[in-house]
């Protein structure tokens, strides 16, 4: 035998090198597939990060100064402290009660059915979200008449002190059903047998918690739930604006709804340094995130024939008296807790099936049906433009951004070995440009954009979506291109890309990420609401046309109820559609 095989014995020659994916492709093919993305998002979101410190931090009297400047308004104070709530409280919220919800659905014969339900809300902007919990709380509304029976007199939500937490209530609303549905697939990922394991090794229900359940995915689930609702908290500008009565945050302020009616967000040195405050606030949930995401452990798929974690309770006739009662107590909390889920999307539907005047003098339950509301809104409304427009400028932002950000995140994922600092600050300045929220670098975008020539109205709102979009994309293309089979790609090298087989695996394990960056950029798009304010000037996306070019909410809530469910179908459908993959994208490949 020589070096461990026998004299004769055939062995492949491989000279691409070490088995690692890390040897192709060649620093500068990769430097030029991630140059794009490199200028836009560098131009788009970076460069003006860094002109936002320099104004916030450094400029005028320093962060200290500036910011006590700033704090000298009393709703400047009142937005600090709600955005420190919203960045806090709802993400722990949400990843709470959804695992709760995760493990309590994975006991359910119906638990699959349940979690689709739940992950609807997810998928309609928020600007909906806001008119379903405003029309909720309106004196014709069942939610007062519920409330007051409780309360034992009349509630007013969204007129009183408690309209940040009405808000908060129905966020969590809206985003619970995703957080669910990624803990079900982590769970359904688990093997049975790690339980088993523990439990023979003597361990106890803390130990069965730790080591087959948070060690093995539930941590970075948690992580990358929290990290993804902290991102959607930053846009809360837009339910703000839908829900308060005022149509302009002031109920409810929170630092985005501030920073926008500044005539040019950032653009002095107080404005600038509540910027640099937020942006410190976001970084510190996005290191909270991170802390937890990365774990050796498989994606998020069970093998065929590999039982559920939590597999259903099959009946059998030894069943007790006891273990019914529980059954029906859990359905009897399921009906009622899907009742009250469906009430905010019930009275919506039903309020745009009346006629205007019917749906503004009385409750939707007490009015004859009629598609009125409807030929009101697509005849008297600028809508049919807005959802032209909304849709074309979601097409043409999603294809843009799936071309520059796949093949940056695949030469980002096989850069050369020299190369790994540079890679892992690319990934670090990623999750920095992915968190900035548009109303903090308006300003400076603006400045960037009139730079470039670019007219201002569709053109100028479709670059503002790219560089906004394009980080989130490129991170979630990159969990993907890292969960491919290292010998899969250096099979597809070694053949010069004429074998479908190693083709087919490598795109098999990419189409999760590819499908997840699609339908995030989609949707972000078409539920927009604050860069067509800041950026449209005389385009006027989906949502702004809906909270303000519908009339008085009184008087015009029926079309404006038709509208919303117009704008809610085409995200709910895709999302449902493509929850699996969606699910799937967004936690693959984070381990490796």
């Given at each position: 035998p020589v070096a461990g095989r026998l004299l004769g014995e055939c062995a492949v020659v491989d000279d691409l090198g070490p088995p690692a994916?890390?040897?192709?492709?060649?620093t500068g093919a990769a430097g030029l597939l991630l140059a794009p993305v490199a200028v836009l998002i560098t131009a788009g979101v970076l460069g003006p990060v860094g002109w936002l410190l320099w104004q916030g931090a450094v400029a005028g009297d320093g962060l200290v100064g500036n910011l006590t400047t700033a704090a000298a308004s009393a709703t400047v104070r009142a937005a600090i402290g709600n955005t420190v709530l919203w960045a806090l409280l709802v993400p722990l919220?949400?990843?709470?009660f959804g695992y709760l919800a995760a493990v309590a659905s994975a006991r359910s014969r119906h638990g699959r059915a349940v979690t689709v339900v739940l992950l609807a809300p997810v998928a309609a902007p928020l600007v909906v979200t806001g008119v379903a919990a405003r029309l909720l709380d309106d004196p014709r509304g069942l939610g007062p008449a519920v409330l007051g029976l409780v309360a034992g007199g009349g509630v007013d939500l969204l007129g009183s002190g408690l309209v940040t937490a009405a808000l908060m209530v129905a966020f969590v609303w809206a985003w619970f059903g995703l957080a669910t549905a990624m803990f079900r697939t982590a769970l359904d990922a688990i093997p049975r047998g790690l339980v088993d394991v523990v439990r023979a090794n003597g361990g106890t229900w803390r130990d069965v918690a730790m080591d087959a359940l948070w060690r093995p995915l539930l941590r970075r689930t948690s992580a990358v739930v929290f990290v993804l609702?902290?991102?959607?908290?930053?846009?809360?500008?837009?339910?703000v604006l839908a829900a308060t009565p005022d149509l302009d945050g002031g109920s409810a302020p929170v630092l985005s709804t501030v920073l926008w009616q500044e005539s040019a967000p950032g653009g002095r040195p107080a404005g600038a340094a509540l910027g640099v405050l937020w942006l410190l606030m976001i970084l510190a949930g996005l290191a909270l995130g991170v802390f937890g995401y990365r774990q050796s452990w498989p994606t998020p798929s069970r093998p065929a024939g590999e039982p559920a974690l939590l597999a259903p309770r099959q009946r059998t006739e030894q069943t007790t008296r006891r273990g019914e009662v529980a059954r029906l107590a859990r359905r009897t909390v399921a009906v009622i807790g899907g009742t009250l889920w469906a009430m905010p999307v019930v009275a919506l539907a039903a309020t745009s099936l009346h006629a205007p005047a019917d749906a503004a003098a009385t409750g939707w339950w007490a009015s004859p049906l009629s598609l009125a509301s409807y030929r009101h809104l697509l005849s008297a409304t600028p809508v049919v433009g807005a959802l032209r427009d909304t849709a074309l400028l979601a097409v043409v932002v999603t294809v843009l951004v799936l071309l520059a950000a796949v093949p940056a995140a695949a030469a980002l994922t096989w850069l050369p070995v020299?190369?790994?600092?540079?890679?892992?600050?690319?990934?670090?300045a990623l999750a920095v440009a992915a968190v900035v929220p548009v109303q903090m670098i308006a300003g400076p975008l603006a400045a960037v954009l009139r730079w470039t020539g670019l007219p201002v109205g569709l053109p100028s709102c479709a670059a503002a979506h790219l560089v906004l979009c394009l980080p989130l994309a490129v991170l979630v293309l990159l969990g993907g291109f890292r969960a491919v089979p290292?010998?899969?790609?250096r099979r597809v090298v070694a053949t010069g890309w004429r074998e479908r087989g190693p083709l087919r695996v490598v795109a098999t394990a990419v189409a999760p990420a590819v499908v997840a960056s699609t339908v995030l950029a989609a949707v972000r798009v078409?539920?927009?609401?604050?860069?067509?304010?800041l950026f449209g000037s005389g385009h006027r996306p989906l949502g702004a046309v809906l909270v303000f070019g519908t009339g008085p909410f009184?008087?015009?809530?029926?079309?404006?109820a038709a509208g919303c469910v117009l704008a809610a179908a085409p995200p709910l459908v895709l999302v449902l559609a493509t929850r699996r993959l969606l699910v799937r994208g967004l936690l693959g490949g984070a381990g490796r």
């Open positions: 994916r890390t040897r192709m492709p060649p919220a949400v990843t709470v609702v902290s991102l959607a908290t930053s846009q809360v500008f837009d339910l020299r190369a790994g600092r540079f890679g892992a600050a690319v990934v670090g290292e010998a899969a790609v078409w539920n927009d609401l604050a860069v067509g304010l009184d008087t015009s809530v029926g079309p404006l």
